[in-house]
């Protein structure tokens, strides 16, 4: 398992506590109380213990484990009040976080064996000492209050990481869906406008010998063309900072039809209440529509474009046919105009039919049911 930070706090506290009992008991203790050199050297390797906490973040895991040991050993054989063995259960306390539950409760079942031992080699007939069994005990609730401690910490932060974790993961995603949201509204709308400007300029360019007035009609077009596509950099910018306004789909839909010059003819009919719609969707189905046709010029070459759609009281559905070439559906064809339309009508649960084949003009069929709207 990974390393988890131990809880800092409690290592210093436990030091501060013997290091303050342990003088205590050198200052009152009966018949002059323990040497100079064993005070002394119980104070330094307290003073050690300390400073190998200031220096944790830095040492790596085993030689840190050891030299605590090899510290709280020396201060339990210093410490004259015998109150330093509670030091013991920071052993398997800060294992927990390094090393896992496994080696934790290892190490805490050592520390009460190490005591018995001691107490046996050192104190025959200890077990029937009052104060060695109540220090026994004491020790064995000493490590089952540090280890629940260490178990809460390291779930606490087991869980912040995957919190963590899952915000990263939602934020890529959320940047993700972001920006094809927005390639779909660039692709959409400015490449909508921008075909058709170049359409108009090489009417303009074909005509302008020939035909003067259409050539000038052309050039109208692609100058009203772009002031189009500035107007729809202008929304973009303000969607971004601001939540999107409703469109109105009919009266859009019939831009579409003035939208290009003189051809292809665009036939749009539009029949059922638009308000039972939300936004995503009446979005959806726009700019399904505006792909259609920007298709249709570009690519099908076609004459005349039928659009027609019935927002029923269960679903709009959307058909967008022209008698250009066609192409095959099926076919390494599909550009990002349809991808981007597929995801869109996808969003609001909708489907996408494409009926094409070369030479067979294309009939495109949007069904989008009401009230599932997603984000556009």
Known sequence: MSAYTPVRWV??????????????????????????????????????L???????????????????????????VLDASELAQVLFVLLPFTAYFAYGRTVALALAALCPAGLIAGLALGSPGWYRDQEHISDLLMLCVGLVLALSMAAVAVGEQRA??????????????????ERNRLARDLHDSLGHHLTAISVQLEMASEFRTLDPEAAGRAMAEARRSAKLALGDVRRSVRVLRDAPARPALTSA????????????????????????????????????????????????GASEVTVTLRLAADEARL?????????APDGATGGFGLLGMRERVQLVAGSVLIDSGPGAGTRLTVTVPRGRGGAA
Not at 160 to 177: G, I, N, P
């Open 11 to 48: 290592a210093p506290l436990l030091y501060g506590a013997v290091l303050v009992g342990g003088l205590y008991h050198a200052t009152v203790a009966p018949g002059g109380g323990p040497s100079g050199w064993r005070t002394a050297g119980f104070g330094t390797a307290i003073g050690a």
């Open 50 to 76: 300390f400073a190998l906490e200031a220096v944790a973040g830095s040492v790596p895991r085993l030689p840190l484990l050891l030299a605590r040991l090899a510290l709280i050993g020396a201060v339990v």
């Open 160 to 177: 912040r990481l995957a919190v963590q974790e899952y915000a990263a993961r939602v934020a890529e995603l959320s940047a993700a869906a």
């Open 253 to 300: 839909l019939a831009g579409l039809a003035g939208d290009g010059g003189a051809r292809p003819r665009v036939t749009v009919e539009v029949s059922g209440e638009e308000s039972a719609y939300g936004t995503a969707e009446l979005t959806a189905l726009y700019r399904a529509a505006q792909e259609a046709l920007t298709n249709a010029r570009r690519h099908a």
């Open 319 to 327: 058909v967008v046919a022209d008698d250009g070439c066609g192409f």
